[in-house]
């Protein structure tokens, strides 16, 4: 027996590759599926079953695909109900792969269908709970994300969630590893460790949410404490997921189309497109096509994405660093941005070469800052989360997190400078980008953040105060 954590780090996200005897099963793959076949043909095996926990709302899976691959079935647990064709597996059954078998358990709560899958070894013994968006390793699924399509409230997910946990997953033994959809970053929960493996037994004594004398009402009051939305194409994704989805091959193919310097500007207006530049912060503020939105793909890149631009049939066109087109096209199909029309050939520099007007952006260093900054007369937003400006903040600062910018972009008063900074510039050029694109000049943007104005002897907040209201 083998089993395999395939952790894609951009996602926060775990899918499970298992083999036994000649036999394979995988736990929500993700979109392409190349990783998973080249396995199976290197470790001879045949893939028998596709486990889902879920439908997931922040990445896409590729379960389909992967199934009309290799011809393995497609499983997912009680009240799932897709497009396809798939197994509907009741609570408690089991599926053989080789010598071990994979126990079915209805874990209801982050959403109806959630489904847990517990591995018994070769003697029939407990071995691995792979827990989906049910239980992390330190925290538990969010119970918020499928009110509307369960016709219920967040409370009465949470109190069915509280029930899961403690009837189907902390009956088990303390010696079962824990092998979590997700850790820390990912917005399907609030509180997950850095770990991505655990055991029962430690997170009986570790994970708030499973403490022995917790009450389901206070059970309720902690998870659903402090959740903040959900990015807005978390339901376009679990859509996506639910009825099938173009192939990535597809998608890949039309990503990587090459669009010359001459023809871009043209095309991205004929399709409406977005121009995505995915270069560093540094190098998109020299330069840049105008109107282009930066999103580093060094950073979290596909949740911005996703947080930000929303609306996944959105045509998107690309600038980026040479030799990253294919991997910007594949981190994009990750979370359901599919429309991709090409990419910029030869990059920026290509774009400047053939002599086209270019854009960028007014950046300063932390110590040039500190010279022009006057407290209680400059005006200094910060985008970084709300918990880290709580942390510590330049006196006096704004707090407007970057994640809710299309809310906060209409107090900005056209007419009145501003600085505006993130912890290390990877976030501040973002909201720098969108907004230039949007009309806005009147800022000059901070390089290197917080982290780097924290050495300078501009005065700062070090304790937990209440957040100020940018107004117009």
């Given at each position: 027996?083998?089993?395999?954590?395939?952790?894609?780090?951009c996602?926060?996200q775990g899918?499970?590759?298992?083999?036994?005897?000649g036999?394979?099963?995988?736990?929500?793959?993700?979109?392409e599926?190349q990783?998973?076949?080249?396995?199976?043909?290197n470790?001879n095996?045949?893939l028998?079953y596709?486990f889902?926990?879920?439908?997931?709302?922040?990445?896409?899976?590729?379960?389909v695909?992967?199934?009309?691959?290799?011809?393995?079935s497609?499983v997912?647990?009680p009240?799932?109900?897709?497009?396809f064709e798939?197994?509907?597996?009741?609570?408690?059954?089991e599926?053989?792969i080789?010598?071990?078998?994979?126990k079915v358990?209805?874990t209801?709560?982050h959403?109806?269908?959630?489904t847990?899958?517990?591995?018994?070894d070769?003697?029939?013994?407990?071995?691995a709970?792979?827990?989906?968006?049910?239980l992390?390793?330190g925290?538990?699924g969010?119970p918020?994300?499928?009110?509307?399509?369960?016709?219920m409230?967040?409370?009465?997910?949470?109190?069915i969630l509280?029930?899961?946990?403690?009837?189907?997953?902390?009956?088990?033994?303390d010696?079962?590893?824990?092998?979590?959809?997700?850790?820390?970053?990912?917005?399907?929960?609030?509180?997950?460790?850095?770990?991505?493996?655990?055991?029962?037994?430690e997170?009986?004594?570790?994970?708030?949410?499973?403490?022995?004398?917790m009450?389901?009402?206070?059970?309720i009051?902690?998870?659903t404490?402090?959740?903040?939305?959900?990015?807005?194409?978390?339901?376009?994704?679990?859509?996506m997921n639910k009825s099938?989805?173009?192939s990535f091959?597809?998608?890949?193919?039309n990503?990587?189309?090459?669009?010359?310097a001459?023809?871009?500007?043209?095309?991205?207006?004929?399709t409406?497109a977005?121009?995505l530049d995915?270069?560093?912060n540094?190098?998109?503020?020299?330069?840049?096509?105008?109107?282009?939105?930066?999103?580093?793909?060094?950073?979290?890149f596909?949740p911005w994405?996703?947080?930000?631009i929303?609306d996944?049939?959105?045509?998107?066109?690309l600038?980026?660093?040479?030799?990253?087109e294919?991997?910007?096209?594949t981190?994009?199909?990750?979370?359901g941005?599919?429309h991709?029309?090409?990419?910029?050939d030869?990059g920026?520099?290509?774009?400047?070469?053939?002599?086209?007007d270019?854009?960028?952006?007014?950046?300063?260093?932390?110590?040039q800052?500190a010279?022009?900054v006057?407290?209680?007369e400059s005006?200094?937003?910060?985008?970084?989360?709300?918990?880290?400006?709580?942390?510590?903040?330049?006196?006096e600062?704004?707090?407007?997190?970057?994640s809710?910018?299309?809310?906060w972009?209409?107090?900005?008063?056209?007419?009145?400078?501003f600085?505006m900074?993130?912890?290390?510039?990877?976030?501040?050029?973002?909201?720098?980008?969108?907004?230039q694109?949007?009309?806005y000049?009147?800022?000059?943007?901070?390089?290197?953040g917080?982290?780097?104005i924290?050495?300078?002897?501009?005065?700062?907040?070090?304790?937990?105060?209440?957040?100020?209201?940018?107004?117009?």
């Amino acid at each position: 027996m083998k089993i395999e954590q395939i952790y894609t780090g951009c996602l926060a996200q775990g899918a499970y590759y298992i083999t036994s005897n000649g036999e394979a099963a995988i736990i929500d793959p993700l979109r392409e599926t190349q990783p998973y076949t080249d396995r199976l043909k290197n470790d001879n095996v045949k893939l028998k079953y596709i486990f889902e926990t879920h439908f997931h709302a922040d990445f896409v899976s590729g379960h389909v695909d992967l199934g009309k691959q290799t011809g393995a079935s497609v499983v997912y647990g009680p009240n799932a109900a897709p497009d396809f064709e798939f197994i509907s597996a009741k609570d408690n059954q089991e599926f053989s792969i080789g010598n071990i078998k994979i126990k079915v358990l209805h874990t209801p709560g982050h959403t109806m269908e959630s489904t847990s899958y517990l591995l018994l070894d070769e003697n029939g013994k407990d071995h691995a709970l792979f827990s989906g968006d049910t239980l992390f390793i330190g925290d538990v699924g969010r119970p918020d994300l499928a009110q509307k399509a369960a016709s219920m409230t967040q409370d009465d997910l949470a109190g069915i969630l509280y029930h899961s946990l403690r009837d189907k997953i902390m009956t088990l033994a303390d010696d079962v590893i824990v092998y979590p959809a997700h850790g820390a970053g990912s917005a399907c929960g609030k509180n997950m460790s850095k770990e991505t493996v655990s055991t029962i037994g430690e997170q009986k004594e570790k994970n708030y949410a499973l403490r022995a004398d917790m009450t389901e009402a206070e059970f309720i009051a902690e998870v659903t404490d402090g959740l903040l939305p959900p990015p807005a194409y978390f339901g376009m994704n679990v859509a996506m997921n639910k009825s099938g989805i173009e192939s990535f091959d597809t998608v890949l193919n039309n990503g990587m189309r090459a669009i010359y310097a001459s023809e871009f500007e043209v095309v991205a207006q004929e399709t409406g497109a977005l121009i995505l530049d995915t270069r560093s912060n540094v190098d998109f503020a020299k330069g840049y096509v105008p109107q282009s939105i930066n999103i580093g793909i060094a950073g979290d890149f596909a949740p911005w994405v996703g947080a930000l631009i929303g609306d996944v049939k959105q045509p998107i066109m690309l600038v980026t660093d040479a030799g990253k087109e294919e991997e910007t096209v594949t981190r994009l199909s990750r979370v359901g941005f599919d429309h991709l029309i090409g990419y910029l050939d030869g990059g920026y520099a290509s774009w400047t070469k053939a002599g086209f007007d270019s854009d960028k952006v007014t950046r300063i260093t932390p110590e040039q800052f500190a010279k022009e900054v006057k407290i209680g007369e400059s005006t200094v937003i910060d985008v970084r989360k709300e918990t880290e400006y709580k942390a510590e903040h330049v006196d006096e600062a704004f707090s407007k997190p970057l994640s809710s910018i299309n809310e906060w972009v209409k107090d900005i008063n056209p007419d009145e400078h501003f600085y505006m900074h993130c912890a290390g510039g990877y976030r501040s050029m973002i909201a720098a980008s969108i907004l230039q694109a949007r009309g806005y000049r009147n800022f000059t943007e901070v390089s290197g953040g917080f982290n780097e104005i924290a050495k300078t002897d501009v005065p700062k907040t070090n304790f937990v105060c209440q957040s100020k209201v940018l107004k117009a």
